[in-house]
Structure formats: structure tokens, C-alpha cells
């Protein structure tokens, strides 16, 4: 059922919930998380975090993130899978000290997969991959990897 085993990001299935409204290893700034387990919405695991309500950002917490330290001076590409029926809304970011954004969802309703590429180095400040929303419009994320 997953596409990715042993994913350097923590929790990355989003099996692993506190509450509906809280994804384990993962902290929601501005906007609202939602745990998702409704077949449309899902792609390659059974749980998909739903973003809502505002524009805002999902982020792996430091205690998890420092994983992805040994991670740099290398390139990396940050792919997620995203689902949106607004367009200019969904999309993800490595942040490194810097946002790196990926290209937005087309808005088509439909699963696409996200990616970005960043090239680290030893003085990035940080690695945080960031799943985002730019509107009020509710979007999907699953399986996020590096």
C-alpha cells in the first residue's frame, strides 16, 4: 500500500495521529489539519492530511526534522502527492533557511505529485519540509518524501 519504505521523513504515511486534529511529529501554522480517511481523498496510504480553513502551513517538528540534517550538502528533491480543486492553492516547500517552493496544484481536483529540488549545504539552517495552503480552499497531502 505505500510507495516509499523507510522514508527519512517522520510519519510520513500519516498513520500516526493524537487526535483527528493533531498528526503526530507535524505542527499546523495559521491553518487547520484534519485527519483524512475517506477513499477519494486518499492516494498510496490510508490517511491523508486535509488542510483547511486558512492559508497556512504544515511543518515537521525540530525533534523529527534534525533526521534530515545528515541530508545536507546534497541535493535533495522534496516530492508530495497533493489534491485540490483550487488552483494557485496547494503546494510544498523545503525550507532550508530559505523557502523553496514547488509549483502550485493546477486546481483540476485530482492527484498530482509535487516536487522541488534545493541544493543544501553545510550552513542551511535548517531542512523542514512544509506542506502548504494559500487560500481557504481545503487540500490533501499524502506520502510526502525525500
Not at 46 to 53: D, M, N, Y
Amino acid at each position: 500500500m505505500h510507495m516509499v519504505g523507510g522514508s527519512p521523513i517522520y510519519n510520513a504515511d500519516f498513520s500516526y495521529w493524537t487526535s483527528t486534529t493533531a498528526l503526530d511529529g507535524w505542527t499546523a501554522t495559521t491553518t487547520t489539519v484534519t485527519q483524512e480517511r475517506s477513499s477519494v481523498n486518499l492516494a498510496l496510504s490510508e490517511t491523508s492530511a486535509k488542510l483547511g480553513t486558512a492559508a497556512g502551513y504544515l511543518a515537521l517538528n525540530g525533534m523529527w526534522k534534525r533526521y534530515l540534517s545528515d541530508f545536507k550538502e546534497q541535493s535533495l528533491t522534496f516530492y508530495c502527492l497533493v489534491k485540490s480543486s483550487a488552483a494557485s492553492n496547494a503546494r510544498i516547500n523545503l525550507y532550508n533557511g530559505s523557502d523553496n517552493y514547488s509549483a502550485y496544484h493546477s486546481g483540476n481536483g485530482n492527484w498530482e505529485l509535487l516536487h522541488v529540488e534545493v541544493s543544501t549545504t553545510e550552513t542551511d539552517t535548517d531542512i523542514e519540509p512544509r506542506l502548504y495552503i494559500d487560500t481557504t480552499s481545503d487540500a490533501y497531502f499524502n506520502l510526502p518524501f525525500i
